[in-house]
T-cell receptor, first 112, second 115 residues
Framework: GNSVTQMEGPVTLSEEAFLTINCTYTATGYPSLFWYVQYPGEGLQLLLKATKADDKGSNKGFEATYRKETTSFHLEKGSVQVSDSAVYFCALREIGNEKLTFGTGTRLTIIP | EPEVTQTPSHQVTQMGQEVILRCVPISNHLYFYWYRQILGQKVEFLVSFYNNEISEKSEIFDDQFSVERPDGSNFTLKIRSTKLEDSAMYFC?????????????FGSGTQLSVL
């Protein structure tokens, strides 16, 4: 079956540091890949997505590239801010399948 | 941006009791979902609902669970006889078309504690 494995947290970084949160997946077909973010007290929100190999999703300075050869979709940001503190979820969804398959989430804390 | 709202934010119940978790999806959305996250574990799919019927459900969604859209605006998840292992954060979500690459709009969740 499908699965998503993402970097265990929590992750603590200083402001302006470089961020990578690793995500790898297992899927039987050709899934769409997503990063969702959950800020304190809020629901999960879509951060970015990519729908086919070599696509790059980007939003709010975050980027992730759909790498079919390594089955990965790592999240990166060049310079994090305190406001990026949140829980980040990697997820996939296959064509014809209703469900999103999530990773465990990575809690990110940015200190000034 | 439009929001999915969930009530209550916290629910405490005794084992064996029935609970109903409530959600108001975005008004022009057609696809509705419930997910849950047990503390420290992955967010898990429970059920999807379209055109007034369940379109897909996971193995977690057994006979103790049911969903309903009673009035065209609310979307509810009922657990008939709660167990300790039902303690989790329950998220409702909705989307417009159900397309594979479409984003889901999630509520902020209901934390269910079964004692």
């Amino acid at each position: 079956g499908n699965s998503v494995t993402q970097m265990e947290g929590p992750v603590t970084l200083s402001e302006e540091a470089f961020l990578t949160i690793n995500c790898t997946y297992t899927a039987t077909g050709y899934p769409s890949l997503f990063w969702y973010v959950q800020y304190p007290g809020e629901g999960l929100q879509l951060l970015l997505k990519a729908t086919k190999a070599d696509d790059k999703g980007s939003n709010k300075g975050f980027e992730a590239t759909y790498r079919k050869e390594t089955t990965s979709f790592h999240l990166e940001k060049g310079s994090v801010q305190v406001s990026d503190s949140a829980v980040y979820f990697c997820a996939l969804r296959e064509i014809g399948n209703e469900k999103l398959t999530f990773g465990t989430g990575t809690r990110l804390t940015i200190i000034p | 941006e439009p929001e999915v709202t969930q009530t209550p934010s916290h629910q405490v119940t005794q084992m064996g009791q029935e609970v109903i978790l409530r959600c108001v999806p975005i008004s022009n959305h057609l696809y509705f979902y419930w997910y849950r996250q047990i503390l420290g574990q992955k967010v898990e799919f429970l059920v999807s609902f379209y055109n007034n019927e369940i379109s897909e459900k996971s193995e977690i969604f057994d006979d103790q669970f049911s969903v309903e859209r009673p009035d065209g605006s609310n979307f509810t998840l009922k657990i008939r006889s709660t167990k300790l292992e039902d303690s989790a954060m329950y998220f409702c979500a909705s989307s417009m078309t159900g397309a594979t690459n479409e984003k889901l709009f999630f509520g902020s969740g209901t934390q269910l504690s079964v004692l």
